[in-house]
């Protein structure tokens, strides 16, 4: 409808501009409900205009006649809502039952809700990244969804469907991206004081584009030449404890937060809250509670030397 191009701009989230197979199914079924609404409306309110305006009360006119029952009148206003009722329902059937079904060649990806951020896994591609997801345009997505912990909700508007992530309990989303193009979502169910900071990215490309990150993903970092920041990076990295919740692929395995093997590359950090900058890097390592509150990643108090080697070291790995 014309309206989504009015609301295109300023809001990222918005479901108006959908780019995805599912978006654009959902914004069908949107427009159409939101047409039957203006009918009824336009119908409800008419009436009782006419009503108010012809049956209003007149100087020393008699009393309208009074009328009880009409039979054909009853029967046309339970039948319109009805088959209201049935034109809505036939079309949000097809579409729940169409955009369930993954075609074989689907691309696998697992999404995995933790406090606070959002883990994916591609079984197909064996990688594993966090918080940015990357999707070749036009090939269908078989999303299959669960939870760590307590219960997420996972939502990217422009490419339609909120699914909720509920530990023990998968849920699946297939849609089809149709435009190039980087789209914001978020954690859309309550999951504990940061549950507004659990934002999510994900960046649709052309099929080379795709290719091209996910040998990258794939890649084992080479280590640090020796004497260099990076390498004393890496070995704060271990002696903090950091390697007890994060993978590095071939330096450590923790598997509590987030793979930052190729943490280097993303966009942003701390599950979408700030961009990946030196500065931001070292605040979050510095004090990761004042940006994230009650985030499991405790404040390791890293001294001022160790700090800007550890950022160098996160920095290195793309
Ligand atoms: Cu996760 Cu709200």
């Known amino acids: 409808m014309s309206l989504s191009t009015a609301c295109r701009g300023p809001f990222p989230q918005s479901t108006l501009a959908p780019k995805a197979d599912y978006g654009v199914a959902i914004d069908r079924l949107f427009t159409g409900i939101f047409w039957w609404a203006v009918v009824v409306f336009v119908v409800v309110e008419g009436l009782l205009l006419i009503s108010v305006l012809r049956f209003r009360e007149r100087e020393g006119a008699p009393a309208p006649k009074q009328r009880h029952g009409n039979t054909a009148l009853e029967i046309a206003w339970t039948l319109a809502p009805a088959l ?54 036009g090939r269908s997505v078989a999303v299959d969804i669960t939870s760590a912990d307590v219960i997420h909700s996972w939502w990217t ?70 004497e260099s920041p990076e390498e004393a990076g890496r070995q704060a990295f271990r002696r903090y404890g950091c390697i007890g919740c994060h993978t590095v692929a071939g330096f450590s395995s923790g598997r509590l937060g987030p793979d930052l093997t190729h943490v280097g590359g993303r966009s942003t950090i701390a599950a979408g809250l700030v961009t990946n900058t030196t500065e931001h890097l070292r605040d979050w390592i510095d004090d990761p509670l004042a940006l994230k509150p009650g985030t499991l990643m405790p404040d390791m108090h890293v001294s001022a030397p160790d700090l800007p080697a550890l950022v160098a070291y996160l920095q290195s790995l793309k």
């Open 84 to 137: 209201i009722l049935v034109f809505i329902a036939v079309p949000t059937v097809q579409t729940i039952f169409a955009t369930d079904r993954a075609p074989p060649d689907a691309l696998r990806v697992e999404v995995i809700g933790h406090q606070w951020w959002w883990e994916y896994r591609y079984p197909d591609l064996g990688l594993v990244t966090a918080n940015e997801l990357h999707l070749p345009v």
């Open 157 to 226: 508007p422009a490419l339609g469907g909120k699914r909720d992530a509920t530990p023990n309990h998968h849920t699946r989303l297939v849609f089809r991206p149709d435009t190039i193009g980087e789209y914001l979502g978020q954690c859309v169910e309550f999951c504990g004081v940061s549950h507004a900071n659990m934002r999510l990215r994900t960046f649709v490309e052309s099929d080379a584009d795709f290719q091209t990150w996910a040998a990258a993903q794939r890649a084992t970092p080479a280590p640090p030449a020796p």
